[in-house]
């Protein structure tokens, strides 16, 4: 079994070297799809290719991003997959907590859909004293070692089985299957806010693309966002949209709000801020596909 990642990243530069460094010890391949950075992370990207095994630069896409570019990833790869591998997300910003390959063996044979249970860690008021004293020495360190301040509250389908039968479109952002999701999530760290330079392009890189008729960002461009960090992200959606573009002092996240990485590997789950699994399909459904899969194997 082999465990295969797909990123899609632009401007993440401080982070990537490390993410993905990080990542090649636990992916047997992760295909890097770069989506017009200007940063320097296009640079990064190529290096880390000549240095790690695992990375695999897939490209670059000009065009505005979209979800369907991780089944345009998975096309062109698709014959590096084997029958009971695994393709998974990985952001740029993020670092699983858990190991990949073992959680994943054991996954029983009638799951083929793994949801994220992340660890979200925020820019806080005690992170905006340390960066004030020296923005430099803040950025330069690890961002497991500058961001501490959490919560659990967000989780989405991140891994799927191909089991010799995987259709994945071009332009879906994931196949459409029926298998149930496993009843246990693999849980990510994500570090998208980590620096006031940082959040400001991200705000204002979400906001053009939503000016311009974007939908997918609609968790992020909402009023009183501090406050929603206690909610999903189905329940942040409900909620008014910005009509002006959003400050990064608006991101600042009190710290006596959130949970903190004491660094023993512990962290506190909040299911009551996951959105719910998806329901599994009929029972009848399953065992004909599966019945399917059988004949295909057994010739």
């Given amino acids: 079994m082999n465990v295969h990642g797909i990123t899609v990243l632009k401007n993440e530069h401080d982070v990537v070297e490390e993410t993905l460094t990080k990542g090649a010890e636990i992916f047997d391949a992760i295909y890097v799809l770069d989506n017009g950075s200007t940063d320097g992370t296009w640079e990064i990207v190529q290096e880390l290719e000549r240095r790690l095994g695992a990375v695999i630069v897939a490209g670059r896409e000009e065009g505005p991003f ?55 860690f925020y820019f806080t008021d005690k992170d905006l004293c340390e960066w004030k004293k020296d923005p430099d020495a803040w950025e330069s360190k690890e961002v497991e070692k500058r961001l501490l301040y959490y919560r659990n509250n967000s989780s989405e389908l991140r891994f799927i089985r191909d089991d010799g039968d995987l259709q994945w479109g071009a332009d879906e952002h994931w196949p459409r299957f029926l298998y149930p999701v496993y009843p246990e999530r693999i849980r990510y760290k994500h570090f998208q806010y980590r620096s006031p330079q940082q959040i400001q392009k991200r705000l204002d890189a979400r906001y053009e693309a939503k000016r311009r008729g974007a939908s997918s960002y609609p968790h992020i461009l909402i009023e009183n966002w501090v406050e929603c960090v206690a909610l999903n992200r189905e329940e942040a959606s409900g909620l008014r949209e910005l009509d002006n573009p959003p400050s990064w002092r608006d991101r600042i996240v009190p710290s006596d709000q959130l949970d903190y990485d004491d660094g023993t590997g512990e962290y506190v789950a909040r299911e009551d801020l996951l959105e719910p699994l998806p329901d599994p399909p009929p029972r009848g459904i399953i065992n004909r596909v599966l019945a399917k899969i059988n004949r295909i194997f057994s010739g």
């Avoid at 369907?68 to 952001?91: A, C």
């Fill in 66 to 120: 979209d979800n369907g570019l991780r089944g345009r990833v998975y096309n062109q790869f698709k014959e590096r997959s084997t029958p009971g591998d695994w393709w998974g997300k990985l952001d740029a910003d993020e670092i699983l907590i858990d190991k990949p390959k073992s959680f994943l063996s054991e996954v029983p044979d009638e799951n083929r859909r793994v949801c994220s249970s992340h660890y979200q």
